[in-house]
Every structure is written in C-alpha cells, then in structure tokens.
C-alpha cells in the first residue's frame, strides 16, 4: 500500500487548511485511516483517524471542533481540514493506514501556521 499526501503549506493563524491523502489501494481495504503529527521537538501525535469500513471518526482533543475528515472512496482518498488554525498547529503531518497486520506511512508534510 502507498499513500500520497498532499496539501500542506504556510498558513496564517485563523486560517484554514486542508491536507489529502490518497491510497494506491481500494478505502475499503484500509482498516484506519489516520494522520499523525510531529512538532520540533516533540514526539508524534495522532491528530485524527477514521474506520472507512464504518463511521467511526476519531479527533485529538487538541484539535475537536477544529478538524473535519471527507472521505471519498471513489478516489481511494480523505481530506483532513483544519480551521481556525493556531501556532501551536504547526508541525510536519504524516497520512497512514492500517491494512491487516501492517502500517503504512506516507511522506510528511509540513505545515506552518505564523504570521
């Protein structure tokens, strides 16, 4: 399984942002779907996840109310935004997924929130 991330990019606070990642594989297959994060000097955090076979959705309580997840299984892909971002959201975003016994990782991405 590959994912391919995109999005990203220099934001200021209050602004909105929107991260994609898209499975060389069928949504379908995926167990979960998530995106993590790592700030500098910090250890990773998972931001946000969803089950793509069901309608469970997960979010970090440092992002609730925040973040919302679109999912399109035509595309074998999810969209992750984030509004009303702060800072504190700045960090490199990584897409994985969760097939089975394995975890895949998809490039990071960074994100940068400043004025």
């Known amino acids: 399984v590959q994912l391919q991330a995109s999005g990203g990019g220099s934001v200021r606070p209050g602004g909105s942002l929107r991260l994609s990642c898209t499975v060389s594989e069928s949504l379908w297959s995926i167990n979960a779907l998530k995106w993590y994060r790592q700030a500098p000097g910090k250890e990773r955090e998972l931001v946000a996840g969803?089950?793509?076979?069901?309608?469970?959705?997960h979010y970090a309580e440092s992002v609730k109310g925040r973040v919302a997840i679109a999912r399109d299984y035509a595309k074998n892909s999810a969209l992750l935004q984030i509004d009303s971002l702060i800072p504190e959201d700045t960090a490199v975003y990584y897409c994985?997924?969760?097939?089975?016994?394995?975890?895949?990782w998809g490039q990071g991405i960074q994100v940068t929130v400043s004025d």
């Open positions: 969803f089950i793509p076979a069901g309608s469970v959705e």
């Open positions: 994985n997924a969760d097939q089975g016994q394995n975890t895949y």
